[in-house]
């Protein structure tokens, strides 16, 4: 499995409130990305980074920032949180663009009231 | 606006028979496809893939088709086993940009 880890794993949280989500890899892999999960919508693309300090933004980057200060950690931050960002959130990893299979992190359920 | 669709919730099938999960997408310059698994709880896990330059490409049991013409690829699984329940992601690339279908569960009964 890739070395792919996601904190925290639950979160509960007000809205209003700042949350940030960690990603972090051991695999080296250049290119990282955010995703959220909904029902009837599959996985979304909200930003992705392509090197340190290298980002962009996805199909869903409203109401989201990002950060990659280093290889291996990206944060997906919500700078005023709303209920309609309650999902699962999912980081991957991939060594190359476009055509390289990516490999997920566990995920992190967030609720906000 | 789903550039990846995958019409079909949910499919249920026997064990040993074979299940065929079904992908449809819009944008002509997507060039590489694949399929991801997911169990409850889990992220997504990489199952099989194929280039636009292919129609088919097989992996032990599990099969995918692609049909560029008619902007569909479907996934074979045979046979189908109680560990393949899970829900099933087709998702489309071009470049940087992959989109995904909404997912499609599928449950193997013994």
């Known amino acids: 499995d890739a070395g792919i880890t996601q904190s925290p794993r639950h979160k509960v949280t007000e809205t209003g409130t700042p949350v940030t989500l960690r990603c972090h890899q051991t695999?080296?892999?250049?290119?990282m990305y955010w995703y959220r999960q909904d029902p009837g919508h599959g996985l979304r693309l909200i930003h992705y980074?392509?090197?340190?300090?290298?980002?962009d933004k996805g199909e869903v980057s409203d109401g989201y920032s990002v950060s990659r200060s280093k290889t291996e950690d990206f944060l997906l931050t919500l700078e005023s949180a709303t209920s309609s960002q309650t999902s699962v959130y999912f980081c991957?990893?991939?060594?190359?663009?476009?055509?390289?299979?990516?490999?997920f992190g566990p995920g992190t359920r967030l609720t906000v009231l | 606006d789903q550039q990846v669709k995958q019409n079909s919730p949910s499919l249920s099938v026997q064990e040993g028979r074979i299940s065929i999960l079904n992908c449809d997408y819009t944008?002509?310059?997507?060039?590489?496809f694949l399929w991801y698994k997911k169990y409850p709880a889990e992220g997504p896990t990489f199952l099989i893939s194929?280039?636009?330059?292919?129609d088919k490409n097989e992996d032990g049991r599990f099969t995918v088709f692609l049909n560029k013409s008619a902007k569909h690829l479907s996934l074979h699984i045979v046979p189908s086993q109680p560990g393949d329940s899970a829900v099933y992601f087709c998702?489309?690339?071009?470049?940087?940009?992959?989109?995904f279908g909404a997912g499609t569960r599928l449950t193997v009964k013994p």
């Open positions: 991957a990893i991939s060594g190359a663009s476009g055509r390289n299979e990516q490999f």
């Open positions: 695999e080296n892999h250049r290119y």
């Open positions: 980074s392509y090197g340190v300090k290298d980002t």
């Open positions: 944008n002509s310059m997507f060039d590489y």
């Open positions: 194929i280039s636009s330059i292919k």
């Open positions: 998702a489309a690339s071009a470049y940087s940009d992959m989109r």
